[in-house]
């Protein structure tokens, strides 16, 4: 039996055939080129797009815990405002104890250590402040500097809650500056009563003064005299920076004196704090005016009994292709629009002055 022969023609021609089907044309290389292109174009931008929207998320929520920590630092601060211990101030109504100037809240300690006049304005003046634009005290020049435009400056006074040398709080120091409040009425004790502190608080940066408690016999506590300045500079770290920052100063020791501190950054990015003063006018412990009070004398001051509080935050960083055309109300200034790339958010909050206002409230 024959075997058939294969066709050349037929086998060259299959061999053709395979080489043409072995691979990709061109055409479709270059199709599947362009679609794995656009693929990794969309995740290139789906990625992008993520980065940008986690990135603004960081700057609200940044601006967002500043402004809130701002408002919560200022709340417990002014909480304490006129906290002496177990001493009351009388009312600004009663004589002669009616104050009689605005105390400087940057005078050294050694400016007014035996100024009667100046200790018991002090005490009935537990808050006070300085609208925009108005001038401080000649001695503020060097702790209050580079203040931002808009904004307003805070003065808060109290005694320290945290009896020095007492577990949890400061050591004591005998030339720091302490309060202390006689409760001993026994005027036969010689040597443990004491006169001078029947209607005002001691005030001491020796360590030699003591006074007693109602039995005559425990010395009473020794409580750190807190005076706060609060204000916003317009840099944080460097002049120049343009990063608005929350400022607060300190009177304490130093060099072996006592007197305001320069004042230490806390909060970056915090554009202005604004005030509203609640003044008690029929003594009842409620306020019945509420303004900026930059026209107010002593005894206007002595009688806040509440503050309004206004804090306008902004973030760190401008955003990209955003443009800040709104404006904001902080009480009775209106602020805005900046027309720049930073979010801004403003925050206001009502806050009692427990101590002033708790003194004059009636049954």
Same mark, same amino acid.
């Given at each position: 039996?024959?075997?058939?022969?294969?066709?050349?023609?037929?086998?060259?021609?299959?061999?053709?055939?395979?080489? @043409?089907?072995?691979?990709?044309?061109?055409?479709?290389?270059?199709?599947?080129?362009?679609?794995?292109?656009?693929?990794?174009?969309?995740?290139?931008?789906?990625?992008? %797009?993520?980065?940008?929207?986690?990135?603004?998320?960081?700057?609200?929520?940044?601006?967002?815990?500043?402004?809130?920590?701002?408002?919560?630092?200022?709340?417990?601060?002014?909480?304490?405002?006129?906290?002496?211990?177990?001493?009351?101030? /009388?009312?600004?109504?009663?004589?002669?104890?009616?104050?009689?100037?605005?105390?400087?809240?940057?005078?050294?300690?050694?400016?007014?250590?035996? %100024?009667?006049?100046?200790?018991?304005?002090?005490?009935?003046?537990?808050?006070?402040?300085?609208?925009?634009?108005?001038?401080?005290?000649?001695?503020?020049?060097?702790?209050?500097?580079?203040?931002?435009?808009?904004?307003?400056?805070?003065?808060?006074?109290?005694?320290?809650?945290?009896?020095?040398?007492?577990?949890?709080?400061?050591?004591?120091?005998?030339?720091?500056?302490?309060?202390? $409040?006689?409760?001993?009425? %026994? $005027?036969?004790? $010689?040597?443990?009563?004491?006169?001078?502190?029947? $209607?005002?608080?001691?005030?001491?940066?020796?360590?030699?003064?003591?006074?007693?408690?109602?039995?005559?016999?425990?010395?009473?506590?020794?409580?750190?005299?807190?005076?706060?300045?609060?204000?916003?500079?317009?840099?944080?770290?460097?002049?120049? %920076?343009?990063? /608005?920052?929350?400022?607060?100063?300190?009177?304490?020791?130093?060099?072996?004196?006592?007197?305001?501190?320069?004042?230490?950054?806390?909060?970056?990015?915090?554009?202005?704090?604004?005030?509203?003063?609640?003044?008690?006018?029929?003594?009842?412990?409620?306020?019945?005016?509420?303004?900026?009070?930059?026209?107010?004398?002593?005894?206007?001051?002595?009688?806040?009994?509440?503050?309004?509080?206004?804090?306008?935050?902004?973030?760190?960083?401008?955003?990209?292709? @955003?443009?800040?055309?709104?404006?904001?109300?902080?009480?009775?200034?209106?602020?805005? /629009?900046?027309?720049?790339?930073?979010?801004?958010?403003?925050?206001?909050?009502?806050?009692?002055?427990?101590?002033?206002?708790?003194?004059?409230?009636?049954?």
């Amino acid at each position: 039996m024959k075997k058939r022969m294969a066709n050349p023609s037929r086998v060259k021609s299959g061999h053709r055939i395979a080489d @043409y089907q072995g691979g990709f044309s061109l055409i479709e290389l270059m199709i599947s080129i362009t679609l794995g292109l656009l693929i990794m174009a969309g995740v290139l931008a789906l990625y992008l %797009d993520l980065s940008k929207s986690n990135a603004e998320l960081a700057k609200m929520n940044r601006q967002i815990e500043n402004g809130r920590f701002t408002i919560q630092l200022l709340q417990q601060e002014l909480w304490h405002a006129g906290f002496w211990d177990t001493y009351a101030p /009388p009312l600004p109504s009663v004589t002669p104890l009616n104050p009689t100037a605005i105390p400087n809240p940057c005078a050294a300690f050694s400016e007014w250590s035996i %100024d009667t006049a100046y200790i018991n304005n002090m005490f009935l003046v537990p808050v006070q402040g300085y609208a925009a634009g108005a001038s401080l005290p000649d001695e503020c020049s060097s702790i209050v500097t580079n203040r931002q435009a808009d904004s307003d400056v805070l003065v808060v006074r109290y005694a320290s809650t945290c009896v020095a040398g007492a577990a949890s709080c400061e050591s004591y120091n005998a030339n720091k500056l302490y309060i202390q $409040t006689q409760a001993c009425s %026994d $005027t036969s004790l $010689t040597g443990i009563y004491n006169a001078n502190a029947a $209607t005002i608080p001691v005030l001491d940066a020796s360590g030699s003064a003591t006074v007693y408690k109602k039995n005559c016999t425990a010395p009473a506590d020794k409580r750190k005299l807190i005076i706060s300045i609060f204000y916003v500079r317009n840099y944080s770290a460097s002049t120049g %920076d343009g990063i /608005p920052t929350l400022m607060r100063a300190d009177f304490d020791l130093s060099g072996g004196e006592v007197k305001m501190q320069s004042a230490q950054p806390l909060i970056e990015g915090i554009q202005s704090i604004k005030f509203e003063y609640g003044r008690d006018t029929d003594v009842d412990g409620s306020a019945d005016i509420f303004d900026d009070c930059s026209s107010c004398t002593a005894t206007d001051w002595a009688n806040v009994v509440a503050v309004q509080v206004h804090v306008l935050a902004r973030n760190l960083e401008a955003s990209t292709g @955003y443009v800040e055309d709104k404006t904001y109300q902080l009480g009775s200034t209106t602020l805005g /629009p900046f027309n720049d790339g930073f979010m801004r958010h403003a925050y206001s909050s009502y806050i009692r002055l427990v101590n002033p206002s708790g003194r004059r409230e009636k049954p």
